[in-house]
Nanobody, 124 residues
Framework: VQLQAFGGGLVQSGGFWRLSCAAS????????MGWYRQAPGKQRELVAR???????TYADSVKGRFTISRDFAKNTVYLQMNSLKPEDTAVYYC???????????????????WGKGTLVTVSS
């Protein structure tokens, strides 16, 4: 199972941007998918998370500006980012709790997978 994030880039302050993250491989189901970010010199922090019941969690710093959505049929999660600020500059990582299918076609217990980060730079 692999996660791959797409969409990093440079955007002006006040602008909008969208990230996507696709999971591939032998996947039985998901518990949740989400996004974290790590700004230079700071710890990695939760940005947004969505469960299979569509329950969402957002960091206080992005509430009202960012929206997480998902298409489980495509094994993809999105992060729509509006009203971007320079402090949103960070490497964004997608993560998912996935039940993988092993080589013997058995469903394994849920595991936490991470994609490689994608850099979003917001210029002032």
């Amino acid at each position: 199972v692999q996660l791959q994030a797409f969409g990093g880039g440079l955007v002006q302050s006040g602008g909008f941007w969208r990230l996507s993250c696709a999971a591939s491989g032998r996947i039985f189901s998901f518990n949740a998918m989400g996004w974290y970010r790590q700004a230079p010199g700071k710890q990695r922090e939760l940005v947004a998370r969505m469960s299979t019941s569509d329950s969402t969690t957002y960091a206080d710093s992005v509430k009202g500006r960012f929206t997480i959505s998902r298409d489980f049929a495509k094994n993809t999660v999105y992060l729509q980012m509006n009203s971007l600020k320079p402090e949103d500059t960070a490497v964004y990582y997608c993560t998912a709790d996935i039940y993988p299918i092993d080589s013997d076609d058995f469903v394994r217990g849920a595991m936490d997978y991470w994609g490689k980060g994608t850099l979003v730079t917001v210029s002032s």
